[in-house]
């Protein structure tokens, strides 16, 4: 038969008393059955307290078992690693297959599989063993020798499989079931005082009336019902309903006993409320069978994995459990067959009360007290006959346990509220259950109030149904000031709020902290334009709350644990902290200091490069920024664009905003040298490189097949630095295979020109192909040779080309710099000069008012000793071959010089005269004597300096009276 599962224990006694006669037996259990009730159980050899032992397994095989238990758990390869995995999920005791009637069980092996070892490995990790053995009623010495080989390896219990064998239809036993029982019962407890007892009968005692329940629960210390609810016809196979009815039955069958008048059997006086002992209901759980697998024993129909949590949540919620206290032991059938997630069901789920385990928190609907006009649904019912199916919707059969409530919507007072009694504060992932309705709300409300307030979830009850849905983690107080509630105030009308099963689940020891910074928000650098992002990583009791500020004022929707501002500038620049709240306080981060900085980019036109200083990834608003252009060989700088221009070099950049600066060089070379290999040469087509040929340039060249219309070519387009005239030649490695009409085309400012070449001849030499082209500066100009020849089976050659400067461009002359207007003293020299270009270099001729002034024919012109006839308008005609033009008229004012005169005349004491002269400043001037003022003799020429000049006249004291003057 199949039975259920686990269990653990504290400590063992592997030793049994020695069997004693047996009436002084009885006389010594007198007062131990005396004392026993249906509220109490006898603490068993090991410390096995019959009404609390946690979860256990049933093991049909242990060859199946020891073999990755049939193949769903790969860790399990012998009994130790058994034993191991047993503890991980919670399970305290096992029920060992050990007989069939009065026949020892082999299973797969060849000899009966319980033994010490197997015991003394599962006692090494704290595990209890029962055996267990099919009953047959018949042969009462037989049998209870099995439970002495149980007890005499080293056994710490057990159990009875009596089923229909024990019922008055079966030959042999007939009246006598329940005399049967007491004595096989009374014997190997005479055998074994104090050790666990239990037995598993049918779970449904109406359909088994004439099974003697009484006789084997007055001497067992736990009974374990069969619930195997997949068999169990009308229940529409859920594990809450058949835990239902076995109620029923159990509560009828326990109510009986108070009945019935005490029992004289073997001297003793026997009240069969005694026979009432601890529940531990029973469940089968089958998984898939392995495909491939080795399972020695028979298989079985796997069935839903989650129906193995509703099972163990049921028994702990089961508000009509038929066991004081409730239920505190459960145990499954069988262990091979169970599939790995039927393993972690049972693993997650708990029962029994046990140090340092603190229990799943399972309550049904009944449980919760109701406000406002829920509607009660009842779902299964049922009497000790018959289950009946009720429900509402004809879909609803997947509730929790055997009703649930319903509410249409309201305002919100109505609601039905579950209040958990916590006995270890701390985290708790809550969960809800509801049946599948049609018309459930998308969105009921549940109400959390906890530790740190209270939090409201919207369950979506249309989804997940017949199932656990997590409606958060929240933290808990010891005791009962924490509750769950569902309202109706849902938004979908016309559909219903459900309250079923509610369920707790302890996920750590956590109590309520305020928050904490372990990792503060960095100081961040960024280029305008970027996005800046600052995260901060908080630890304390959820819900964390976040608010970002910067410079101490808050950033409007800025509540999460990572701030992103989108491409900043400068005005973003701050300190930037961030406030953390919870229900229990608030902490405040440091400051992260945003920079925004600007960016300076550089790009080159031609050959060169640009060198910043300093050289940055960015620089501060405000700096100044040194940029240098260098052309690399054969280039030269030609200028700035961009956010930079003009021709100065290097050159100064201020960093106002994201700056980008181009630097243009062009190539100075003329003469160039072009080879099939330089990335200024492009192919279509198919080309072939050959490097063996005589007469190539450098390592290689490429040849296409010649062909009438052929569309391959090879294009040379050269740099040209220096625009102007450039003959153009090929060289190549002749042959005789070569087109002798090969067709090169040269494409020059303003033309183009076509030239066939005969490749057979005239290899390893510069061919000239044009001798003046005219090529502007860039790469608009290109050479281009195609496969467009004949005859077939010729080849064209690609190879070297060259260009060299034959002469600049006319051009027309301009002037850069105009002759400038002047203003001059009469008899002052006075320079004209003007700046031009041009190719070639311009001719002059200066003008006088329109005329051409004789022999006044360079770029400069002096017109010395002006006079007042030489004012005028001067400008000069500037001409070469390709054209000329005049420049702007430059005018001569001559201005008449300050008058000569006297402003002292005095005669010294020894008789020279000393004279002081006023007139033009910068001029030279002269002074004569004169006896007769006809005839003048000049005595000095000076300087007049700064406009005033004295002069002695050191000959006067040796003249006769006269006159003097001065002159310019």
């Not at 089968?284 to 796997?302: E, F, Q, R």
């Not at 009509?320 to 972690?344: C, E």
């Not at 800046?532 to 910067?550: C, D, E, I, K």
Request: hydrophobic residues 40%; glycine residues 8%.
């Amino acid at each position: 038969m199949p039975l259920v599962r686990k269990i653990e224990r504290a400590t063992f006694r592997p030793k049994h008393m020695k069997r004693l006669p047996q009436m002084i037996v009885r006389i010594w259990l007198l007062p131990l059955l005396i004392s026993a009730s249906n509220t109490f159980a006898v603490i068993r050899d090991g410390g096995i307290d019959p009404a609390n032992l946690g979860k256990g397994d049933w093991i049909y095989s242990i060859q199946d078992a020891t073999n990755k238990l049939g193949g769903h758990v790969t860790s399990v390869t012998n009994e130790n690693s058994l034993m191991l995995f047993y503890k991980s999920v919670g399970i305290r005791y096992v029920i060992v297959k050990t007989g069939t009637g009065t026949s020892l069980y082999n299973a797969c092996y060849g000899f009966p599989q319980l033994t010490s070892n197997f015991v003394n490995v599962a006692h090494s990790n704290n595990i209890l063993v029962f055996g267990y053995n099919r009953s047959f009623a018949t042969n009462t010495a037989g049998e209870v020798a099995i439970a002495d080989f149980v007890f005499n390896h080293g056994g710490d219990g057990f159990v009875w499989d009596a089923e229909a064998e024990w019922e008055s239809s079966i030959a042999g036993v007939g009246t006598n079931g329940p005399s049967l029982a007491w004595a096989q019962c009374s014997q190997v407890r005479s055998n074994w005082p104090n050790k666990f007892l239990a037995h598993a009968p049918f779970p449904i005692i109406y359909f088994h009336s004439s099974f003697p329940y009484k006789e084997f629960g007055f001497w067992c210390d736990a009974v374990m019902p069969q619930i195997y609810h997949l068999s169990t016809a009308g229940l529409k196979s859920s594990p809450s309903a058949t835990i239902n009815w076995t109620d029923v039955n159990w509560k009828t069958w326990q109510d009986s006993l108070s009945g019935l008048s005490p029992s004289f059997l073997d001297g003793l006086t026997v009240y069969w409320t005694n026979a009432i002992k601890p529940i531990y209901p029973l469940q089968d759980v089958y998984g898939p069978a392995i495909v491939g697998g080795l399972i020695c024993n028979a298989t079985s129909t796997a069935v839903p994995d989650e129906d193995v949590t509703e099972f163990i949540d049921y028994c702990m919620a089961d508000p009509h459990a038929q066991t004081v206290g409730g239920f505190k032991s459960i145990n499954f059938w069988r262990a091979d067959l169970h599939s790995s997630a039927q393993w972690t069901n049972i693993k997650a789920g708990t029962v029994g009360d046990f140090a340092g385990v603190v229990n799943n928190i399972v309550m049904d609907d009944s449980s919760a007290t109701y406000v406002g006009g829920w509607t009660h649904v009842r779902v299964f019912g049922s009497t000790t006959t018959l289950p009946v199916y009720y429900g509402m919707t004809g879909s609803d059969t997947n509730s929790f346990g055997t009703n649930y409530f319903s509410k249409v919507q309201g305002a919100g007072s109505s609601y039905a509220q579950f209040t958990p009694n916590i006995v270890t504060p701390g985290d708790y992932d809550v969960y809800q259950w509801h049946p599948f309705i049609t018309n459930a709300s998308s969105g009921t409300p549940f109400i959390i109030t906890h530790a740190l307030g209270s939090t409201t979830v919207l369950a979506n009850q249309q989804t997940n149904s017949g199932n656990w849905s997590l409606l958060g983690r929240f933290n808990f107080t010891a005791g009962t000031s924490g509750n769950i509630r569902v309202r109706d105030d849902f938004a979908d009308a016309g559909n219903l709020a459900i309250a079923d099963g509610l369920k707790l689940i302890f996920a750590g020891t956590n109590p309520p902290s305020a928050p904490t910074i372990s990792v503060q928000p960095a100081n961040t650098n960024v280029v305008a334009g970027q996005n800046a992002t600052f995260l901060v990583t908080a630890n304390g009791t959820a819900p964390l709350a976040y608010q970002w500020r910067s410079n101490n004022v808050d950033i409007a929707a800025a509540t999460n644990s990572s701030l992103t501002l989108l491409a900043v500038q400068t005005n973003a620049a701050a300190n930037y902290s961030v406030l953390i709240t919870n229900a229990i306080g608030s902490i405040t981060s440091s400051n992260a200091l945003l920079t925004v900085n600007y960016s300076l980019s550089s790009t080159v036109i031609g050959s060169g490069t640009i060198v910043p200083s300093p050289s940055q990834s960015s620089y501060t608003p405000g700096a100044t920024v040194l940029l240098a252009a260098t052309p690399n060989a054969g280039n030269t700088f030609t200028g700035w664009s961009g956010d930079a221009s003009g021709t100065n070099n290097p050159i100064n950049i201020a960093m106002a905003t994201n700056r980008a600066v181009t630097a243009t060089f062009v190539n100075t070379n003329t003469d160039i040298f072009l080879d099939n290999t330089n990335p200024e040469v492009t192919f279509v087509g198919s080309w072939t490189l050959g490097t063996t040929a005589a007469g190539r340039y450098l390592a290689d060249y490429r040849f296409a097949t010649a062909t009438a219309g052929g569309t391959g070519t090879a294009t040379y387009r050269p740099n040209i630095g220096k625009a102007g005239y450039y003959s153009v030649a090929i060289q190549y490695p002749a042959g005789a295979n070569r087109a002798i009409n090969s067709p090169w085309f040269i494409s020059y400012q303003g033309g183009s020109t076509n030239v066939l070449v005969n490749q057979q001849s005239n290899g390893g030499i510069w061919l000239q192909l044009a001798a003046s082209c005219p090529f502007a500066a860039g790469t608009n100009g290109y050479i281009q040779v195609s496969n467009n020849a004949g005859p077939v089976a010729n080849v064209v050659m690609a190879d070297g080309v060259r260009l060299t400067y034959v002469a600049p461009f006319n051009t027309a002359p301009t002037i850069s710099t105009q002759p400038q207007s002047q203003s001059v003293k009469l008899g002052s020299n006075v320079p004209f000069s003007v700046a031009t270009s041009g190719t070639p270099t311009p001719g002059y001729q200066w003008q006088f008012n329109g005329s051409p002034i004789s022999g006044a024919t360079a770029s400069t012109y002096i017109r010395s000793n002006a006079q007042f006839a030489d004012a005028g308008n001067y400008s000069v005609l500037v001409t070469n071959v390709a054209g000329s033009l005049v420049s702007s008229n430059a005018a001569l004012t001559v201005l008449p010089l300050a008058p000569m005169w006297f402003q002292a005349i005095t005669p010294l004491p020894d008789g020279r005269m000393t004279l002081i002269v006023t007139g033009e400043p910068g001029y030279a001037y002269s002074v004569d004597r004169s006896t007769n003022l006809a005839l003048w003799q000049q005595i000095t020429n000076l300087m007049n300096t700064n406009g005033t000049s004295a002069f002695t006249d050191d000959a006067a004291t040796n003249a006769s009276a006269g006159f003097y003057r001065t002159r310019q």
